[in-house]
Structures are given as C-alpha cells and as structure tokens.
C-alpha cells in the first residue's frame, strides 16, 4: 500500500459526460501529479500540484482540468469525455523537495475509466 | 530533455530463468533512478531505486545498479517466478530547470511473462 488513495477505481460513463476524479496523497506529501496510461500513448504526465498551485503541466488536454484543496486532496476533472479517454489515471504524491524522500514519486491503484 | 529508453518487450521465460531488462537514460542534472512494476490489472508499484552513482537498489530479489558512466539502470533477477509476470517500467527523477520541483521520466515498460 503506497499511501496514496483514489476513488472511483472504475467508472463507467457515456461520451459527453463529466467525471471528477478524487486523489488523496499520502500523509504529509504536499506534490500531487495526476498521469494517464492507455494501451496506444502508454504513461502520459498530465499535471502536477504543489501546495495547492500548479506547478507542472504535461500532455492536459483543455477539456480536463485539475485542482489541489487546502487539505491537499487533489481532484482531476475531465468533461466531454471521448471514446479515446478511457484509460487508467493515476494519482501520485511525493514530499517537500529539498527533504530525503523529495525525489520519490508514489502512485495510487489508479482509476480506471471506460468511455461508452 | 531527460529521457528513458528501456528495451522493448514482450520477454518470456521459464520459471528460474535469469533475468535482464536494460534501460538507459538521457538527463541533464544527477537523476534518481527508479523501477516500477505493474501487476496485471493493478496500479504502479515502486520496485527499487537509486539516488546517485553506484547505488544499488534491491527489492524482492531484484537488483539494479545506478551506473553513470554507461547511464545505465539494467533490472537484474537471479530467478524469476511466474508470480513476477508484470509490465516493469524504467523511471528518472529530476529537478526541473526551475530547480524546486521533481519530474518524473518514464520508459515505455517491458512485459515479462514467466511461464511455469
């Protein structure tokens, strides 16, 4: 168990819904990322949070969105869905950088979504 | 940019067979340097890591060696089970050009399957 949990593990939806996904990172981990793994584009970084500000951006498409609270909890939004965003989306967390453990990354069970 | 590259599967062996899944990797600054493995129909684990040049890490009877002269992180197993039948992904951790934040560069995975 990595500490790192996600909820929904899956979700079946139909093209045009909306769908947030939920992340809470382990205890005490301020950096949240959110990746996304399908069989043709393998493992995507999609967006990364630190304390609550977005810190990184990766392949996101503007139909998705993301957020960190001030409880750090972290949610992944993802609107107009499509056929081709069924996928698995992880949640990853890791600590402060600067600290011993800053430089690990730990992921979630994932989220799998279907699209029908 | 930083880069991973990791051998191409799928690998199959027999039950006891040795193990080696190569990786390489292309970065700017002094990476930390991980393998993750995911089980079928699972979430990404941390396998092992390794932080700076010669570290090995080593986890349920696998090694990787952290060799900066040949960027290389090869996966080794002295004996593999079928219970080690997983897609292992090679991985690098860097600070980013703004250097407060880690970024995580991942290999495209390697499918091992061990047969009994």
């Known amino acids: 168990d990595s500490g790192v949990t996600q909820t929904p593990k899956h979700l079946i939806t139909a093209t045009g819904q909306r769908v947030t996904l939920r992340c809470s990172p382990r205890?005490?981990?301020?950096?949240v990322y959110w990746y996304q793994q399908s069989l043709d584009q393998g493992l995507q970084f999609l967006i990364q949070?630190?304390?609550?500000?977005?810190?990184a951006k990766g392949n996101i498409l503007e139909r998705f969105s993301a957020q960190q609270f001030p409880d750090l909890h972290s949610e992944l939004n993802l609107s107009s869905l499509e056929l081709g965003d069924s996928a698995l989306y992880f949640c990853?967390?890791?600590?402060?950088?600067?600290?011993?453990?800053?430089?690990?990354?730990?992921f979630g069970e994932g989220s799998w979504l279907t699209v029908v | 940019g930083n880069s991973v590259t990791q051998m191409e599967g799928p690998v199959t062996l027999s039950e006891e067979a040795f193990l080696t899944i190569n990786c390489t990797y292309t970065?700017?600054?002094?990476?930390?340097l991980f393998w993750y493995v995911q089980y079928p129909g699972e979430g990404l684990q941390l396998l092992l890591k390794?932080?700076?040049?010669?570290d090995k890490g080593s986890n349920k009877g696998f090694e990787a060696t952290y060799r900066k002269e040949t960027t290389s992180f090869h996966l080794e197993k002295g004996s593999v089970q079928v219970s080690d039948s997983a897609v292992y992904f090679c991985?690098?951790?860097?600070?980013?050009?703004?250097?407060?934040?880690?970024?995580?560069?991942f290999g495209k995975g390697t499918l091992l399957t061990v047969n009994p």
């Open positions: 990853a967390s890791s600590a402060r950088p600067g600290t011993g453990a800053g430089n690990t990354i730990y």
């Open positions: 205890s005490g981990d301020l950096s």
């Open positions: 949070y630190y304390n609550g500000e977005e810190r």
């Open positions: 970065a700017t600054g002094y990476p930390s």
């Open positions: 390794a932080t700076k040049a010669d």
């Open positions: 991985a690098l951790s860097d600070r980013d050009s703004g250097g407060s934040n880690y970024k995580l560069t």
